[in-house]
């Protein structure tokens, strides 16, 4: 046996284990970044969790909603509170937008851009959440007057109304607000640590072309950004954390019933505490059920 | 040692050179028979009784001493057990990965982590156990694959289990295990695992430095270019004295990242960093390619790699029929096509033929 060469190599490893250690240590360590109550509607489970007994982790789904909703203007009412995401923003996120965009050659340009790390703010509930549910409102008076018009049917109208119907009680009340390249800056512009989050996320530039809505407004060429990802969007449930979502999947097996999300039109059926770090990176510190699950 | 040039030392050169020295042996008998059957060397008796119980004594010394291949059959015996070690560390790699995921749900945190450290630990340990009781590599490149596949699911999983957010610098941290594990026990799939990892970290970097999103490296073929060629290269700084046969595997994943990398933006311009037309960058990058797949055939035939000029030979022609496909395709007849083809192959066998000529030429001048 040669034992120096096991040691480089198993030094190696443990080594390698110390040092991610040491970094979850100092992302925990200390007074959070921010902390938050979600419930079920943001973090509902990873489809990991509807996966066969040969995979027994646990994860949730961070929901939320993105911002520049690039083809909503062209098909409901327009949505100012999605269309935040601006050349401004793109150039502190570290997009480079000095090529004129009159230039026959700017759709190439910008078209190669390639994706770019930032801080999105995500705020839950609050100004942001009845700035999104007033859009609702709007796109179903808009939908109505284009069925008044004959530009769409009274189906469509239907289906508009049956989803804006459930989605308000349903779907995720995190919503993105802001954009940086640096999170204290973020911070100092939203303090308020229970109610905003920063998190890194995937970001793409893309070249908007000259375009009339359908409520006949006129929007030039234009530099928009999208969020296209959460880095970190499957939250681990640790071992201690998950007799809750354990009994709710164990009575639904019960019933020989799949497990549902709060996105499937129920009431949400868990309350969960997430911490984010100095590092941004989050983790479950508690769960909590909001219904009563028979035993 | 030369200036600026580094030895690596390993346990693998005594097999490799008791390996040499046995096909020596086998090469000078032919030869010899051969030479008795033409009547140009005819050996005493005595002389060829001393010769074949030395050369008898020395193989079986060497296959006692080093576990090499002294015969024929044993030669393809140990093809197949290469071949049943490999399917067998997959095998047993994808067992630990679907083991962990079975069980990872119904343990604590601290028993995930101690798990997880404890995998790769035991599988070195396995390893230096298997070395010393099998002369033969076949055990220990087993347990070696294992390995590999429990630090890459300690760092993965890891990584899962606080939250982490997703970084190249995982790929850096495996790709030196690999090669730990590759230069120590003398493993060639531990050394491709290990130039894969470093490629794939290379690359991220270069497209981090370039402000991009590290996932996203991929988009741009032209990552790949710097650290195929910082692979190729490898070979020229550090010395392999005690692992002869590592280099061509630098040289050959190096150089078939770059001509890969280049055969792809050759078709798809909208893939480079270059601000022009993507046609222009395509052209640009097609005489790229056919220049590097003939600049590779010519350094393998001028320092003796035939790996490399296999690989160019093929990208030449990979190169060659795509634009053929490009330009032809869709107007010919297809048999024309086809025949058009087979006659720039034959054309293609005749300079190779008249290099070949050349070759000799020079050898016997």
Redesign the interface.
Known sequence: ??WR??G???G???L??VI??I??AY?RGGEPEAEIALTERELPLSYAAFRS???????LHLRWQSPAHRWHALVLAPRPEVDWFDQAKLEAV?YDCSFPLSDPSAE??Y??M????AYVVLENGGQAWTRWLEGWGRDKVFMAEQVDKGKRSKQDLERLNDAYDRLPKTSSRLIAVDIGGDPVQLRQRYPERDQFVIV?A?TRLYLAREVKTPSDEHHPSSLRGEVTQL??E???V???Q?AVLDTLSRSEARNHAPLVRASDGKEPRYEVTLRFGK?????ITSIRPLVTVPP | MGTGVVAVEGPGRDRNVAQQRVDRIHAFQTELDQLQRDGLLVLSAEQQRRLTAHHSKLLRELGQQFDVDTTSGQKQMSLGMRIVSFLGALALAASVFLFFYRIWGLISTPVQLLILICGPVFSVLAMEWTRKRERSPYFTSLAGLVAFAAFVLNLHLLGSIFNITPSPNAFLVWGVFAFLLAYTHDLRLLLVAGILCVLTYLSAWFGTWRGVYWLSFGERPENFLPAGFLLFLVPAVIRHQNHPDFPSYYRLFGMLTVLMAVLILSHWGGGSYLRLPDKNVETLYQLFGFGLAGLTIWVGVRWGWPALTNLGGTFFVIDLYTKFYDWWWEWMPKYLFFLTLGLVAILLLMIFKRLRNELIKESLA
């Open positions: 046996m040669n060469r096991f480089a190599s198993a190696l490893i443990v390698t284990n991610v250690c970094g979850v992302n007994e040969e995979n027994t982790e646990l994860a570290g190439q340009y078209g190669k390639l994706p770019r790390e890194r995937k880095l970190i499957d939250i681990h640790p071992f201690e998950r590092r941004h990176e989050p983790w």
